[in-house]
Nanobody
Framework: QVQLVESGGGLVQPGGSLRLSCVAS????????MSWHRQAPGKEREFVAL???????LYADSVQGRFTISRDNAKNTVYLEMNSLKPEDTAVYYC??????????????WGQGTQVTVSS
């Protein structure tokens, strides 16, 4: 069974940076599309960024230019570098691993999430 463990969340001031990590196990990592999603209080979970099987990336408009997704296939790890953070980025961030490329995450497995809070 695929397991995903996120880390790196925390409290940061507006304009600050954080790097999230997600370590995957029990899967052929390089054959999976890895993505990040987030869910703010009272809102539905939304797509943030995706690293495709072929190496391409895709971002939500709200984070384009501020967030960078990357992956290290040798370490079975996907990262989300978040810069210029805003209060509206506050959410629980989830990692997803899917054998097909999708921004919905519905074809993949989920991690337990890591809390990111942007506040002064």
């Amino acid at each position: 069974q695929v397991q995903l463990v996120e880390s790196g969340g925390g409290l940061v001031q507006p304009g600050g940076s954080l790097r999230l990590s997600c370590v995957a196990s029990a899967l052929a990592f390089s054959n999976y599309a890895m993505s990040w999603h987030r869910q703010a209080p009272g809102k539905e979970r939304e797509f943030v960024a995706l690293s495709g099987i072929g190496g391409g990336t895709l971002y939500a408009d709200s984070v384009q230019g501020r967030f960078t997704i990357s992956r290290d296939n040798a370490k079975n790890t996907v990262y989300l570098e978040m810069n210029s953070l805003k209060p509206e980025d506050t959410a629980v961030y989830y990692c997803n691993a899917a054998p097909v490329q999708s921004t919905s995450g519905k074809f993949g497995s989920w991690g337990q999430g890591t809390q990111v809070t942007v506040s002064s």
